[in-house]
């Protein structure tokens, strides 16, 4: 079983920056592929970023491409997503995820059994 705690979230203007961090349990979380998906009121949960076992390959919906980085801390059991030049329509419950199967990222809700509880990011203009 592996238990996910996101933080981070909050209010910010259009063109601010936020930085979620996703801590999980277990000892194994450096065999995790990781990823973080988001989901706007009425809509369904979409992908944001992903990013391999060892950090070395990652993943960007093409709306948050340039914009946000999926990084890792492995001796921390931590994965995080920095947000620059956040827009109103990225608002949403940001959750992360994790892929224990096997390391590789994934694109889709599918591809991961774990989640969190979710954080809000809301952007006002």
Known sequence: QVQLVESGGGLVQAGGSLRLSCAASGRTFSSYAMGWFRQAPGKERVFVAAINWSGGSTSYADSVKGRFTIS????KNTVYLQMNSLKPEDTAVYYCAARTKDGYLYRTVGGYAY???????????
């Open 115 to 125: 989640w969190g509880q979710g954080t809000q990011v809301t952007v006002s203009s």
């Open 72 to 75: 890792r801390d492995n001796a």
